[in-house]
């Protein structure tokens, strides 16, 4: 298959930022055959290749990047019953939220709570996605995946994928080795919905509803989102963001105590996790660390509804972006003594 890329394409359009530079190529990949094509491409050339899916976790220098980026516009879904499991196969550039809606719609419980994140099916076992205590890493029996090391497509199992909070091997383990292009989930026809979050279950019971469906659920988690502008919508003075811009620290017993000695807060969120750390609130954490929702620092700032969402105003830059989120961390690193992990792949920054 030839491919046939374009020059000098500007990537701030396939972003949610709105901010970034340029691709030295660029070339959409409707099929596998493309992307392995692409590859070689790039390979010829000694070039980098680099994949973008919906571009709701990406921000990309101004200086744009020399590589070859592919944007993944696989599409597809399959479903078939096994036993008492409904399997479903996604390609890569299948938009997230409406495979979640289809699941819903036919009564298969596993992705409820996960309805409204932005982005394509690929970047979900990138990060491991998760949210209202869900993880899509609960669901995903195995994926199927370029190997840009040798140009073959091999089949990586739940396990293989070492996923972790918000984390995977395609995120930290070995990044840019691997490229998604079809994902597998089990779902559980039938099944109760997911209702593990404090804030779900408020917004359930002033709903009045005592006995949730999977789709009362999700109606719950889209009205959250949307009163947090973590629904992309045209008009949203927030809209511009990669929704939460840091992941939730995991600390130690005694870290967490330090944290709420000097916050001097008895009701500071926190969340005992399985290992014997605790999960704090990175939100809770930059608010505390005297950055109210709203702020502005020029063409950047905080969400007027979420602490967690760094927003790009207009005249904004990348470099704006990444340094505000630095100012964020240096600031809750020494009130606190916790560092925040960003959430978004960085491009050149």
Same mark, same amino acid.
């Given at each position: 298959?030839?491919?046939?890329?374009?020059?000098?394409?500007?990537?701030?359009?396939?972003?949610?930022?709105?901010? +970034?530079?340029?691709?030295?190529?660029?070339?959409?990949?409707?099929?596998?055959?493309?992307?392995?094509?692409?590859? %070689?491409?790039?390979?010829?050339?000694?070039?980098?290749?680099?994949?973008?899916?919906?571009?709701?976790?990406?921000?990309?220098?101004?200086?744009?990047?020399?590589?070859?980026?592919?944007?993944?516009?696989?599409?597809? /879904?399959?479903?078939?019953?096994?036993? #008492?499991?409904? &399997?479903?196969?996604? %390609?890569?550039?299948?938009?997230?939220?409406?495979?979640?809606?289809?699941?819903?719609?036919?009564?298969?419980?596993?992705?409820?709570?996960?309805?409204?994140?932005? *982005?394509?099916?690929?970047?979900?076992?990138?990060?491991? =996605?998760?949210?209202?205590?869900?993880?899509?890493?609960?669901?995903?029996? @195995?994926?199927?995946?370029?190997?840009?090391?040798?140009?073959? /497509?091999?089949?990586?199992?739940?396990?293989?994928?070492?996923?972790?909070?918000?984390?995977? =091997?395609?995120?930290?383990?070995?990044?840019?080795?691997? /490229?998604?292009?079809? &994902?597998?989930?089990?779902?559980?026809?039938?099944?109760?919905?997911?209702?593990?979050?404090?804030?779900?279950?408020? @917004?359930?019971?002033?709903? +009045?509803?005592? $006995?949730?469906?999977?789709?009362? =659920?999700?109606?719950?988690?889209?009205?959250?989102?949307?009163?947090?502008?973590? &629904?992309?919508?045209? *008009?949203?003075?927030?809209?511009?963001?990669? *929704?939460?811009?840091?992941?939730? #620290?995991?600390?130690?017993?005694?870290?967490?105590?330090?944290?709420?000695?000097?916050?001097?807060?008895?009701?500071?969120?926190?969340?005992?996790?399985?290992?014997?750390?605790?999960?704090?609130?990175?939100?809770?954490?930059?608010?505390?660390? +005297?950055?109210?929702?709203?702020?502005?620092?020029? #063409?950047?700032?905080?969400? $007027?509804?979420?602490?967690?969402?760094? &927003?790009? @105003?207009?005249?904004?830059?990348?470099?704006?972006?990444?340094?505000?989120?630095?100012?964020?961390?240096? /600031?809750?690193?020494?009130?606190? +003594? =916790?560092?925040?992990?960003?959430?978004?792949?960085?491009?050149?920054?």
């Amino acid at each position: 298959m030839r491919v046939r890329p374009r020059e000098n394409v500007p990537l701030a359009p396939y972003c949610t930022l709105e901010v +970034g530079g340029p691709a030295r190529y660029f070339v959409e990949a409707r099929d596998e055959t493309m992307v392995q094509a692409a590859l %070689a491409w790039a390979r010829r050339r000694g070039l980098a290749m680099r994949v973008i899916g919906g571009g709701s976790n990406l921000l990309v220098a101004d200086e744009g990047v020399e590589a070859l980026v592919v944007r993944i516009g696989l599409r597809g /879904v399959t479903a078939r019953r096994r036993g #008492p499991h409904a &399997v479903v196969t996604a %390609a890569a550039g299948e938009p997230w939220d409406a495979l979640v809606g289809r699941a819903v719609e036919r009564g298969w419980a596993g992705l409820e709570c996960l309805s409204g994140i932005p *982005g394509s099916v690929g970047a979900t076992p990138i990060q491991n =996605v998760g949210a209202y205590g869900q993880e899509v890493s609960e669901t995903v029996i @195995h994926l199927r995946a370029l190997d840009t090391r040798d140009g073959k /497509v091999l089949t990586l199992s739940n396990h293989d994928c070492r996923f972790t909070y918000r984390d995977s =091997v395609f995120k930290s383990g070995e990044p840019e080795r691997w /490229v998604v292009l079809a &994902v597998r989930y089990r779902l559980r026809p039938g099944g109760a919905p997911t209702v593990r979050y404090a804030e779900v279950e408020r @917004h359930l019971g002033a709903r +009045g509803t005592g $006995t949730p469906s999977l789709a009362d =659920v999700r109606a719950s988690v889209l009205d959250i989102r949307r009163s947090k502008s973590m &629904v992309i919508e045209p *008009g949203d003075e927030n809209r511009r963001s990669c *929704g939460s811009f840091f992941t939730n #620290p995991i600390v130690t017993v005694a870290a967490a105590a330090k944290v709420q000695a000097v916050a001097s807060d008895p009701a500071m969120p926190q969340w005992p996790q399985p290992d014997g750390r605790v999960k704090l609130a990175a939100g809770w954490l930059i608010e505390r660390a +005297g950055f109210a929702r709203g702020l502005r620092d020029g #063409p950047v700032g905080l969400s $007027t509804r979420h602490a967690l969402a760094i &927003v790009a @105003h207009e005249g904004a830059q990348a470099r704006d972006v990444a340094r505000f989120a630095r100012r964020v961390q240096a /600031v809750v690193a020494e009130r606190f +003594g =916790v560092r925040l992990i960003p959430e978004p792949v960085f491009w050149g920054l």
